[in-house]
T-cell receptor, first 112, second 117 residues
Framework: GENVEQHPSTLSVQEGDSAVIKCTYS??????FPWYKQELGKRPQLIID?????GEKKDQRIAVTLNKTAKHFSLHITETQPEDSAVYFC???????????FGTGTSLTVIP | GAVVSQHPSRVICKSGTSVKIECRSL??????MFWYRQFPKQSLMLMAT?????????EQGVEKDKFLINHASLTLSTLTVTSAHPEDSSFYIC?????????????FGSGTRLTVV
């Protein structure tokens, strides 16, 4: 099955700085890569996603890049704000199974 | 939008009893639902894939006799934790796909915090 690794596990940045979270996956059949933000005790919320036919996608302060050859993808948050503090999960999925396999999570703290 | 409702949000049960968690898609039909388990400060671990009208597919290492999944209709899947023990205490969360291949419709329930005492 798919194995998704995520780094770092914790990340602290000053408000206004950028944050980068990286994930790798093992199954070359994976073709969809969402990122979720989860606040304590709440459901994960989709913040951005990318399909394997695209190398980069941006939505305001959030961007995701995908290197299909190397099997890694990254989340970039610019101009971080305290409300960005949460746990972020990457995931990988293939169209055949629809299951999502999640990374181990990154606890992001934005220091005011 | 796609809304998934999960109940109960919190449950405390005695060791040895069973607990049922419901996951409902409120405004769409979900042929496939997923059940995840999340320990504190850890990732979501896929437990099983639930398909309407058929047996659930369990991930390796998940005891199917302990975690009973029933997907009786296109809008309801249930997870029953049988003979619960303290080590089963966790955050259980379901998700559903609005349409096959429609990844944007992958929606999570609000989760159930299970505490076994």
């Amino acid at each position: 099955g798919e194995n998704v690794e995520q780094h770092p596990s914790t990340l602290s940045v000053q408000e206004g700085d950028s944050a980068v979270i990286k994930c790798t996956y093992s199954d070359s059949a994976s073709n969809y890569f969402p990122w979720y933000k989860q606040e304590l005790g709440k459901r994960p919320q989709l913040i951005i996603d990318i399909r394997s036919n695209v190398g980069e996608k941006k939505d305001q302060r959030i961007a995701v890049t995908l290197n299909k050859t190397a099997k890694h993808f990254s989340l970039h948050i610019t101009e971080t704000q305290p409300e960005d503090s949460a746990v972020y999960f990457c995931a990988a999925s293939s169209s055949t199974g629809n299951q999502f396999y999640f990374g181990t999570g990154t606890s992001l703290t934005v220091i005011p | 939008g796609a809304v998934v409702s999960q109940h109960p949000s919190r449950v405390i049960c005695k060791s040895g009893t069973s607990v049922k968690i419901e996951c409902r898609s409120l405004d769409f039909q979900a042929t496939t639902m997923f059940w995840y388990r999340q320990f504190p400060k850890q990732s979501l671990m896929l437990m099983a894939t639930s398909n309407e009208g058929s047996k659930a597919t369990y991930e390796q290492g998940v005891e199917k006799d302990k975690f009973l999944i029933n997907h009786a209709s296109l809008t309801l899947s249930t997870l029953t934790v049988t003979s619960a023990h303290p080590e089963d205490s966790s955050f259980y969360i379901c998700s559903a796909i609005k349409q096959r291949g429609g990844f944007g419709g992958y929606t999570f329930g609000s989760g159930t915090r299970l505490t076994v005492v």
